[in-house]
């Protein structure tokens, strides 16, 4: 079963950044689902208030059912941070775990 791997990057305003690690501690702590290995987010080097959350699934069918298993709380937090994110900054990436046989 291949893993996937989704990621979000974006940019936000420096003026936010305390309202966004609020949001981001929050949503850590929320951010637990049937399928979801864990949820990371990262500051970019060299790169102040550049972000990436990283979103590691078990199964492609985990990945597929996430958005149907969020509670409402959630999705609060994730607009939130959608209004702290700069425009035309934002980057999504979806990565699907290469079959290991494929590489024998």
């Given at each position: 079963m291949a893993r996937v791997i989704f990621s979000i990057q974006y940019e936000i305003s420096?003026?936010?950044r305390d309202e966004y690690f609020k949001i981001i501690k929050e949503l850590k702590n929320l951010m637990t689902t049937e399928g979801l290995e864990s949820y990371s987010v990262y500051e970019v080097k060299g790169k102040p208030?550049?972000?990436?959350?990283?979103?590691?699934?078990?199964?492609m069918e985990a990945y597929e059912a996430f958005d149907d298993d969020q509670d409402e709380r959630i999705n609060i937090l994730v607009n939130k941070l959608n209004d702290l994110?700069?425009?035309?900054?934002?980057?999504?990436?979806?990565?699907?775990?290469?079959?290991?046989?494929i590489l024998k």
């Open positions: 420096p003026q936010r208030n550049h972000f990436e959350e990283m979103y590691t699934f078990n199964s994110t700069l425009k035309e900054s934002t980057k999504y990436s979806t990565l699907i775990e290469v079959d290991s046989s």
